[in-house]
């Protein structure tokens, strides 16, 4: 199967800059996607690497190398409203698989 | 801004009971899935419709059966709830499987 790690939960201060990684054990796959969830709402997508490299939206960018088997959401100039789970997913054949999601906490 | 919508936004039922969670987007997609999560925990597909009558088990195993007679809807049914079946149920859409659209999620409680 699938298989995807994150960690758990990342603290950081306001104007900061996080990172949230995501390991992957999965082959095959097309690329991956990351996920923003607030609590109590439905998730909203943030980025896709179908290549590897950095793909840069806004104060959001995210990194993908299949060779390390690694990507990460970095987040800049954090904001209280930030905070928020965030998830990475990969898709693969005609499926579609969620990390367990890291929680991020910014603080003011 | 997507158009996905999911009825009812909240559930209480009793065991052994048949329920239909809704789901419509306006939005012309033929990709939908249906997701299983848990408080604080990751998405699990349960269902996935690559077009009408067209309909996938995910990896998740799951009791649920699912429909796609129009591309705008794709409802999901439990013949007979259980306890174990309580969770929030999401719904999404797509036209890439990479990008997909949620709706606000139904959060179901078996009692």
């Known amino acids: 199967g699938q298989s995807l790690e994150q960690p758990s939960e990342v603290t950081a201060v306001e104007g900061a800059i996080v990172q949230i990684n995501c390991t992957y054990q999965?082959?095959?796959?097309?690329?991956l996607s990351w996920y923003q969830q607030h609590d109590g709402g439905a998730p909203t997508f943030l980025s896709y690497?179908?290549?590897?490299g950095l793909e840069e939206t806004g104060r959001f960018s995210s990194f993908l190398s299949r060779s390390d088997s690694y990507g990460y959401l970095l987040l800049q100039e954090l904001q209280m409203k930030d905070s928020a789970s965030y998830f990475c997913?990969?898709?693969?054949?005609?499926?579609?698989?969620f990390g367990p999601g890291t929680r991020l906490s910014v603080l003011p | 801004e997507a158009d996905i919508y999911q009825t009812p936004r909240y559930l209480v039922i009793g065991t052994g009971k048949k329920i239909t969670l809704e789901c419509s987007q306006t939005?012309?997609?033929?990709?939908m899935y249906w997701y299983q999560q848990d408080p604080g925990m990751e998405l699990h597909l349960i269902h996935y419709?690559?077009?009408?009558?067209?309909?996938e088990k995910g990896d998740l195993s799951s009791e649920s059966t699912v429909s796609r007679i129009r591309t705008e809807h794709f409802p999901l049914t439990l013949e007979s709830a259980r306890p174990s079946h309580t969770s929030q149920y999401l719904c999404?859409?797509?036209?890439?499987?990479?990008?997909?659209?949620f709706g606000p999620g139904t959060r179901l409680t078996v009692t």
């Open positions: 999404a859409s797509s036209v890439s499987e990479y990008e997909q659209y």
């Open positions: 999965t082959s095959g796959f097309y690329g």
């Open positions: 690497n179908a290549l590897d």
């Open positions: 997913a990969v898709f693969y054949g005609q499926n579609f698989v």
């Open positions: 939005m012309g997609h033929d990709k």
């Open positions: 419709s690559y077009g009408v009558n067209s309909t």
